[in-house]
């Protein structure tokens, strides 16, 4: 079956101790990308990755890495986590190439609280 | 730069009544249009997509959207909504021809009551 796992679901953690929220997809997707979900504010983009070891900054980058060492995988490290990053989280993958692969596949969700 | 607009926030309805949800984008090229749904604790599903051709789309679930380029417009609608179709709508645009980045809508929530 397609899908885009992240873990955990739910993490609650306090300001300044590092956490890694993991996704992983089956598909062989080469893009990649991290969003966070907010009220009021729907979701906004935090990085994505074209490919193994390309990465880039999307609209909300401040506090957030990531890193790409290999396809399947797309790691969302917070070093200092604040709670301003206290939100939903989500990882998509996608397929680069024609009309037909336009759909984004979106993981399940990481609920975030920093306290 | 591409943006998006859902002029609605949330959308009550009664069971079996038509609904319209609104979306507006902004874009200097030509673009792709999604409509996701999102149900309580869950990730974001695709409903439906423009990509090129027939500017009237179906999806999954009853549901379908009309492209307007004129107006910029992709409003998604269902003819008689059900209980279950309580959930938050995202519509989303990109830009064909590269990577699928997605820029999305704030969201309209529908609550469907009997």
């Known amino acids: 079956e397609a899908q885009v796992t992240q873990n955990p679901r739910y993490l609650i953690t306090v300001t300044g101790k590092k956490l890694t929220v993991t996704c992983s997809q089956n598909?062989?997707?080469?893009?990649m990308s991290w969003y966070r979900q907010d009220p009021g504010l729907g979701l906004r983009q935090i990085y994505y990755?074209?490919?193994?070891?390309?990465?880039d900054k999307g609209d909300v980058p401040e506090g957030y890495k990531v890193s790409r060492k290999e396809k399947r995988n797309f790691p969302l490290i917070l070093e200092s986590p604040s709670p301003n990053q206290t939100s939903l989280y989500f990882c998509?993958?996608?397929?680069?190439?024609?009309?037909?692969?336009?759909?984004?596949?979106f993981g399940q969700g990481t609920r975030l609280t920093v306290v | 730069a591409q943006s998006v607009t859902q002029l609605d926030s949330q959308v009550p309805v009664f069971e079996e009544a038509p609904v319209e949800l609104r979306c507006n984008y902004s874009?200097?090229?030509?673009?792709?249009l999604f409509w996701y749904v999102q149900y309580p604790n869950q990730g974001l599903q695709l409903l439906l997509k423009?990509?090129?051709?027939?500017?009237l789309v179906k999806g999954i679930n009853g549901f379908e959207a009309e492209f307007n380029k004129s107006q910029t417009s992709f409003h998604l609608r269902k003819p008689s909504v059900h209980i279950s179709d309580t959930a938050e709508y995202f519509c989303a645009v990109s830009e064909p021809g590269g990577y699928s980045t997605l820029t999305f809508g704030k969201g309209t929530m529908l609550l469907v009551s009997p």
């Open positions: 598909m062989n997707h080469e893009y």
């Open positions: 998509a993958s996608s397929s680069r190439g024609g009309q037909a692969n336009t759909e984004a596949f």
């Open positions: 423009y990509l090129s051709g027939s500017t």
């Open positions: 990755s074209m490919n193994v070891e390309v990465t």
């Open positions: 874009s200097s090229v030509s673009v792709y």
